[in-house]
Structures are given as structure tokens and as C-alpha cells.
């Protein structure tokens, strides 16, 4: 037998309680919850791109992290309910831990096959659109006001000076050193 640090006791007990009780749903819920936090995240970081698309693709991602959270957890309740009935029914009770894992694994995969993309695709337009409803009723910027038109406002009046000074500034090309 090795001795082993503290913390190598540690992760090789946290391996072997993991391995017990693996079950096909906490990966898919693991990646379903960073997925749902983190490409949301990035891709509102992401300046290159348009802001209304930036919105609508992390709205989406957003969305479909937490409709995958949720279907995985119903789903799996409902697979560990049939495995019961299933091991009751055939008493094959001895056999129930095996049986639960086989559904949670096949679960998972109709899940983010046909349930997850069919509730996104039904509802992320409409909850899209009352986001952005409240976005802008919260956000909307007061008018600024004009200018009263019986107003004296007369336009700045350059000088031939200065308009030399401009004009050559911005039509110079690269020049070094010397003055205006």
C-alpha cells in the first residue's frame, strides 16, 4: 500500500463516491449549466459583432442552457420512476441501479436530441421579443431637446488662417515633426 498526500486521499475518495452513484444526467447537467452561463457571457463580449445579433445568439444559448437544465431533471425523474416500474413489473429488483442507468443514459440523449431544440425553437422568439419589450420600455433614453429655432444660433465662422491650418492637418499625409 502507498501512502498518499491529503489531497490525493481526498480526490481518490471523491473518485471512488463518484463512481458509485455515476449517473448519465450529472454530465449533461454540468455542461447544460456552464453552457448556459458561459456562452452568453463570451458572446455579449464579443464587440465585432452586430448588438442585435449579439443579443438574439446569447439570449438563445442563455436559453437553451436553462431549458436543458430543467428537461434533464424531469426527464431523469421520469426515467427513475419507469426503471422502478420496469424492476418491480419483471421483478427484477436486484437489477435496478443497472436499469436506471441505461434510461438516465438514453434519456439524456432524446432529451438534447428532440426535446430541448423543440422547446427552443418553439419559444425563444416570443420571449425574445417580450425581453426586448421590457429592455426598452427600461431603457429608452429621454429626446434631447432642440434648440429653440427663434434663437440667434449662427454657425462658427473659421478664418482663412484656420481653415488653412485644418485643411492642411487632415490633407498632409505622414509628415514628422515641424508645426501646424
Excluded: W
Aim: charged share 15%; proline share 6%.
Amino acid at each position: 500500500m502507498t501512502n498518499l498526500t491529503p489531497f490525493q486521499q481526498k480526490f481518490k475518495n471523491l473518485c471512488l463516491r463518484l463512481g458509485k452513484s455515476n449517473n448519465a444526467v450529472y454530465g449533461a447537467l454540468t455542461i447544460a449549466a456552464s453552457k448556459g452561463i458561459l456562452r452568453p457571457t463570451f458572446t455579449m463580449m464579443d464587440k465585432k459583432q452586430e448588438k442585435k445579433s449579439r443579443t438574439y445568439t446569447a439570449f438563445r444559448e442563455g436559453l437553451t442552457g436553462a431549458v436543458a437544465f430543467i428537461s434533464y431533471l424531469i426527464t431523469n425523474a421520469g426515467v427513475n420512476k419507469l426503471a422502478a416500474k420496469i424492476a418491480q413489473k419483471t421483478n427484477n429488483l436486484n437489477k435496478l441501479p443497472q436499469m436506471k442507468a441505461t434510461l438516465s443514459l438514453i434519456s439524456v440523449s432524446l432529451t438534447a436530441l428532440f426535446v430541448i431544440p423543440g422547446i427552443c425553437n418553439y419559444a425563444t422568439k416570443p420571449l425574445l421579443d417580450e425581453f426586448q419589450k421590457h429592455l426598452h420600455k427600461k431603457y429608452t433614453p429621454t429626446p434631447k431637446t432642440k434648440p429653440d429655432i427663434n434663437q440667434n444660433v449662427q454657425p462658427p465662422v473659421f478664418t482663412s488662417l484656420q481653415y488653412g491650418r485644418i485643411y492642411n492637418n487632415f490633407n498632409s499625409g505622414l509628415r514628422i515633426g515641424g508645426g501646424l
